[in-house]
């Protein structure tokens, strides 16, 4: 069986810089989902008009629970104050758009006005109705309110304060929003697209354990063939697994409870420890460690030193941003950081798979095992075209998928994301499988020649 590189090389990408431009601008809209669960926030001192608390999907039949306490106001508020000004709403993105254009359109001046708005609470509601004997009652500082969502949808919770004026707010909310089953009356605090997410990401964690043993058993039939980098990939499946069975057993308990009771850190210390050692191995299979070479040049060693790092400012990022929800102020330079980041990573890993691709073409045209090496080389052009579509699959489609679904279909892109993941940990196994008869060195003279002959013609492919 003779390399055949050439009709390949035409389907490769002839610019890997337009491939990574194509990347970087595509990741740059990549917005991990919010997720659902009971929030606590403290508002301290706050000016903004607008405050933006939490996201979640309604069902027919949806309830937003509020309980607010500790309010204030700086400076102190006087009698007069129209407390009306001040509130919660929620809101679609589509009521959003339509009430921006009321307040440009000077037809209301409060959000809180618009009727597009599901007014949850306001403010003056805090003021003692009046009795018959006149008594002034202190206005209360705190509050508990229920409120039924019947109008299914993507709501966003927010604050309004329209009274302007530099007036400061402080409070501690807790906001917690589900979905009540139609059947059996409990609680859903996953939003509606995402209820199904537990079971999903436990199917996907037995996929990964079923490969796990798999390769176990691969490895102890071939054990003449295996190489550290096959221990490392054992590794690298069991920590997939593992972090999707913390992820399931976390989004079940927010489902069911609407906290996570612990299992997030299990999932964060989990999605750390599979980021490092899957970019890592990456970065391994692409220097050619361990099956080519038994060492790592120092610039490959660079990049690791690079990529390992990011990894960890990531995990940090993606942490902040789950944990504190759209209040946080910094919560948008957070998920900038950890898309930066996450660009760095993807565009890192390829750099040692492009310098193992010229390393090869440079070997096969000196050493005169031109066949070997053709063979070698063709094996990693498809792994560097594999890592780009894996990349660009898994931050850009997947993305782009979840913007234009639903968010009644929100698992979709999950689920596309995970088969993708699966089908690149699938092809990896594959392609650098152990092999006791390694084709690379059963060739004959014929296909030496034949190698030769394509070599030459590979000659006007660069990369
Ligand atoms: C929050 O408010 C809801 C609705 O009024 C009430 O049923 C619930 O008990 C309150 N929870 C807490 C912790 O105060």
Redesign the pocket.
Known sequence: MAASPSPRAAALPRRPAAVLLLLVLGAAMLVPPAAAEIRETLIRSDPRSIIPLDEFGFSHSGVL???VSGITFDPPASAELDLSQLGFFLSTLDAWVHVLRQLQDLDVTCALQSESVKLAFTFDRLRPPSNPAGVEVARSSSF???FRVSEPGQYTLVFANCLGGGLKVGMDV?S?MYNVDPATGDRQYLSAGASSLPSIYFLFCLAYAGLAAAWVAILLRKRAAVFRIHYFMLAVLVLKALNLLAEAEDKSCIERTGTAHGWDVLFYIFSFLKGISLFTLIVLIGTGWSFLKPYLADKEKKVLMVVIPLQVVANIAQVVIDESGPYARDWVTWKQIFLLVDVVCCCAVLFPIVWSIKNLREAARSDGKAAVNLMKLTLFRQYYVVVICYIYFTRVVVYALQTITSYRYLWTSVVAGELATLAFYVFTGYKFRPEVHNPYFAIDDEEEEAAAEALKLDDEFEL
């Open positions: 629970e509020l309980n508990s309110t229920a807790r917690a």
